[in-house]
């Protein structure tokens, strides 16, 4: 409670755990300024002042974070919480149990997607609960972040068992990140994010437009990204020797697991013993020539606790 932010939660249909949580803690109103329960849709209509479409949305959690927002009163830094969720319920309703969670500074806006088995209510908004804890958590610098990018096209079990893995060695709770912008390719559509972000279960995908991992550094400080070697690869090939400098300053490091490639040397720019590289190999951290002061940014999940010869290109074929 002693972060020096300041913070007003907004939750309709679900999360309002987290605010039980944070209200029972000992020192609860250094933090909390507003707390809010829209839960029936009159009240959220009356909340947001218009009527929505669609009450479970990204758009809508956006909504409810921007209105929370305007509750700042001190000259703490400040955060928001907006949530919106359709939890289990007796009546028939259309579309998957999910919840849309925005974390609103004054520099930043994130935005995440979950998406909840079919447990039971209590289930999903204790997990609802406890991942809004973890996001606040995250964003006042009270824990450090755990993030494992991709496009997710389609999401394997690699994935899932190299984020566990991640947490694993870390001790850090992990989330996906889907940025729906692409360096060299045309940027995703909504629906799309959105449908790739929906086969994963309970466990958050931050929706964002950071293509690039200097701008996902930016939007998230204090992370450790979860890297294939691949993907590491590329990091080291195409990173700025400014970049590093600012990924330091910014706390960032990265987790990097080895992949078995079906490449030659010439696909690699920076392996190290390039030449003797076959057509097929595992390779990992320490293959690669690591930029000079910067070492100490990068630590390799070891093969023993992650190994998955699988990839979404393979899937798709």
């Keep these: 409670m002693n972060s020096g932010f300041r913070a007003a939660l907004v939750t309709a249909g679900g999360g309002s755990g987290a605010l039980h949580a944070l209200l029972a803690t000992p020192g609860a109103s250094r933090f909390v300024t507003e707390a809010h329960v829209p839960y029936s849709p009159e009240a959220l209509e009356r909340f947001l002042g218009e009527k929505p479409e669609h009450s479970v949305s990204p758009a809508i959690a956006i909504k409810l974070a921007e209105a929370a927002f305007k509750f700042q009163s001190s000259n703490l830094e400040f955060l928001s919480i907006g949530c919106t969720a359709a939890l289990q319920t007796d009546r028939g309703r259309r579309g998957s149990d999910r919840a849309f969670i925005c974390v609103k500074t004054a520099g930043t806006e994130k935005l995440y997607a979950l998406h909840l088995s079919k447990t039971s209510r209590a289930e999903q908004e204790n997990l609802l609960s406890e991942w809004i804890l973890i996001l606040i958590a995250q964003t006042v610098g009270a824990e450090r972040g755990l993030m494992l990018p991709g496009s997710f096209n389609p999401v394997h079990q690699g994935h899932l068992n190299l984020l566990k893995a991640a947490e694993k060695i870390t001790g850090l709770s992990g989330v996906f990140e889907l940025s729906c912008a692409n360096v060299d390719k045309p940027a995703l559509e909504e629906a799309d994010c959105l449908r790739r972000a929906a086969a994963i279960r309970d466990i958050p995908v931050a929706l964002t437009q950071a293509p690039r991992f200097m701008q996902k550094a930016e939007l998230f400080p204090e992370t450790t990204f979860v890297l294939g070697y691949d993907t590491a690869e590329r990091l080291v090939r195409y990173a700025d020797p400014d970049e590093w400098t600012i990924f330091r300053r910014l706390e960032t490091s990265f987790l990097v697991a080895g992949r078995q490639l079906q490449c030659g040397a010439e696909c690699f720019q920076n392996p190290k013993n390039a030449d003797a590289l076959p ?39």
């Design 279 to 317: 057509s097929s190999r595992f390779l990992s951290l320490e293959n690669l020539e690591l930029p000079a002061g910067f070492e100490s940014l990068f630590e390799s999940i070891p093969e023993s606790e992650f190994r998955e010869d699988i990839s979404s290109t393979a899937l798709r074929c």
